[in-house]
């Protein structure tokens, strides 16, 4: 089986390393990723990276890694984010450059980036900016996965969750062998209070809310590719690929 990357230089910052280093690429992507819950974002991040060689680098990811740590293995800035989220506060600017610039090594990987979840605002977006120009690179696109609301939440509101062992299932894309049994364990299939469809308006009210400055901000900069997340994971990554063929070739 082949080994893979497991990012750890991303996930455990420090003096961590990856068990294998990116490839060293002539021209990496240096990408940001944007997209609304239930776009299938994570997907086709998954497809870049392996396609195109860059490192898939999750601030979700990292937040979920450090959970599993002892609060001293933390550093500052991660005990600071798991604070807010604990209390269910929104994580600030600052601790999330912060968390960013602790792992500045992984923005200069030869093989390219794929920035997910970060930035968030404009206020990070102008601070990525900075911090790239401070390492002699600069970002080449933001890709914007975009489906209508109303698909958005008939896909969202149609997955169920297993009250068990938590495996996902869709009524219509990926239905259980028997309605309303995980295939797994047998447990009963539940629908989360956030997935259900007036859930799912408003988190898509409130995505779209905060999210348009960043999409403004790219847009002035040139950087901004939109693609319609409608379609076949290889139908939406045939897009993507096109996009960033056509921005390359400019």
Not at 80 to 106: F, H, I, N, P, W
Not at 118 to 144: C, I, N
Not at 148 to 175: D, F, M, N, W
Request: some cysteine.
């Amino acid at each position: 089986m082949e080994a893979t990357r497991d990012r750890a230089a991303w996930l455990k910052g420090g003096s961590a390393q990856c068990n294998i280093p990116a490839e060293e690429r002539e021209a990496p992507w240096r990408l940001v990723l944007l997209g609304a819950p239930g776009v299938g974002k994570g997907t086709q991040a998954e497809l870049i990276s392996e396609r195109l060689g860059c490192c898939h680098l999750s601030t979700g990811d990292v937040f979920r890694a450090a959970k599993t740590l002892d609060e001293c293995e933390r550093s500052p800035a991660l005990n600071q984010a798991l604070d807010c989220m604990r209390k269910g506060e929104l994580v600030s600017d600052e601790t999330v450059l912060s968390m960013v610039k602790e792992r500045t090594k992984c923005l200069r990987c030869g093989g390219g980036f794929l920035l997910d979840g970060f930035p968030r605002t404009v206020a990070q977006a102008e601070a990525l900016d900075e911090l790239l120009e401070s390492e002699g690179l600069a970002l080449d696109a933001v890709l914007s996965y975009e489906m209508p609301i109303e698909q958005i939440v008939e896909r969202l509101s149609g997955r169920r969750t297993c009250s068990e062992c938590k495996a996902v299932y869709h009524v219509v894309g990926r239905p259980s062998k028997v309605a309303g049994v995980c295939d797994h364990c047998g447990g009963e299939l539940i629908q989360r209070e956030d997935d259900r469809p007036e859930s799912v308006k408003v988190r898509m009210e409130t995505y779209e809310r905060s999210t348009m400055p960043l999409i403004d901000y790219f847009k002035a900069r040139g950087l901004l590719l939109p693609v319609s997340a409608l379609g076949t994971v290889e139908e939406i990554y045939s897009r993507t690929a096109g996009a960033l063929a056509a921005r390359r070739a400019e």
